[in-house]
């Protein structure tokens, strides 16, 4: 059985539902020598931001259970260097780019933007907002509403119509619907979900922080729970909405996860440091798991675990497995149980 794995985002087509996480892959050449990056569902690049920058002191990265801790600080070359290099290769191999902008105020990102407009290869923009506002005392843009949805707008406006523009949302809040729906309403097509959570390690050896940024985003297998949960909470808030879906990712079953809580993608950012032909075995092994599970189009799997809870007689051994109906919805009645004795 073939399974068909296009999946639209905001109107805009992709062939597969994998795509690389922003930060893991800078912009897909060092992994180009493990896979050819066209293959993926697209490649999210490192966040760009206007000027060069070196990022912060190392050390940068610690290890903690199940996870990483890293405070890179958005080291890169800038965005005419992005434009001169970087997005012509991927144009060039036929990857569909997806452009992580970052900022410090809302202008720069409304530069950012306007200069990727007209720019062949960019598919779609993802809008880092986990940046500290430099005109508001540092405030991260993704923890508050309104701070979010003037970055938004700003990018929205900026961004020639039909390129999908996706808020990526921070967990470090304590409503995430709220500021998802206030991007939406600010102009986002779709939310990716979600950065990595604040985190800090203290080395027990040197008695003080382990990075010298103190403290960093907390990413891998450790935060796919709460991932999970943010994808299920958007997505049943605003189903129309289409989430890139993303956190601790290492197997197809983790992105098949994603996708039933309703995401209509993944990234895959930590594991590739550890194995860089992750993306493609995970689109290999979510392909595998949906021909097992009998679904032959990606599509039906999305948000698929919201439909309603299983019902059977009290009298039944309890059922064990369920029988995939592919075409289920949010709204559909419940979906029939195989009990197996
Ligand atoms: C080393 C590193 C650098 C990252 N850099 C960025 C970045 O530049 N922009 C961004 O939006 N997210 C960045 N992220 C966050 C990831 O894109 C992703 O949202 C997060 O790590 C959760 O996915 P994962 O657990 O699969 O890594 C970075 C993550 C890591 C580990």
Redesign the pocket.
């Known amino acids: 059985m073939s399974v068909d794995l296009t999946t639209v985002l905001a109107g805009t087509s992709f062939p597969n539902p994998v795509f690389t996480?922003?930060?893991?892959a800078a912009a897909g050449q060092e992994l180009h020598q493990f896979f050819d990056v066209a293959g993926l569902g697209g490649v999210?690049t490192?966040?760009i931001m206007l000027n060069t920058r070196s990022g912060r002191a190392t050390p940068r990265?610690a290890e903690t259970p199940s996870g990483?801790l890293?405070s890179?600080g958005?080291q890169g070359p800038g965005i005419e260097h992005f434009l001169d290099h970087d997005l012509p290769w991927l144009a060039d191999r036929g990857a569909r780019a997806v452009v992580?902008i970052?900022g410090g105020s809302i202008d720069d990102y409304a530069r950012l933007a306007s200069q990727l407009r007209g720019r062949p290869g960019v598919a779609m923009v993802?809008v880092?907002i986990?940046c500290p506002n430099v005109e508001d005392r540092g405030q991260v843009f993704a923890c508050d509403a309104k701070a979010s949805s003037g970055v938004v707008n700003a990018v929205r406006k900026n961004t020639d119509a039909g390129i999908p523009v996706f808020a990526?949302l921070s967990p470090d809040v304590t409503d995430i619907v709220s500021i998802a729906r206030s991007c939406v309403d600010a102009g986002a097509d779709g939310l990716s979900v979600?950065?990595?959570l604040l985190g800090m390690v203290i080395d027990t050896t040197t008695m003080r922080p382990a990075l010298a940024g103190i403290t960093g985003?907390l990413?891998?297998p450790a935060?796919r729970p709460v991932?999970v949960r943010c994808v299920w909470q958007v997505h049943q808030a605003m189903p129309e909405v289409p989430i890139l879906g993303?956190?601790?990712?290492r197997t197809g079953l983790d992105a098949l996860e994603f996708l039933l809580a309703g995401a209509s993608a993944v990234?895959?950012?930590?594991?590739v440091f550890g194995d860089p032909t992750a993306p493609v075995r995970i689109l290999d092994e979510l392909t595998r798991a949906l021909e097992d599970r009998g679904i032959d189009r990606l599509s039906d799997v999305v948000g698929l675990a919201h439909r309603p809870p299983r019902t059977f007689m009290p009298e039944e051994p309890d059922p064990v497995g369920d029988v995939m109906v592919p075409d289920v919805g949010p709204d559909s009645a419940p979906v029939p149980v195989e009990v197996r004795s």
């Open positions: 996480a922003s930060g893991c999210v490192k966040s990265m990483m890293n890179i958005l992580s970052a993802e880092n986990s990526k979600i950065n990595t985003g990413s891998g935060i991932a993303m956190g601790g990712i990234s895959i950012g930590t594991v």
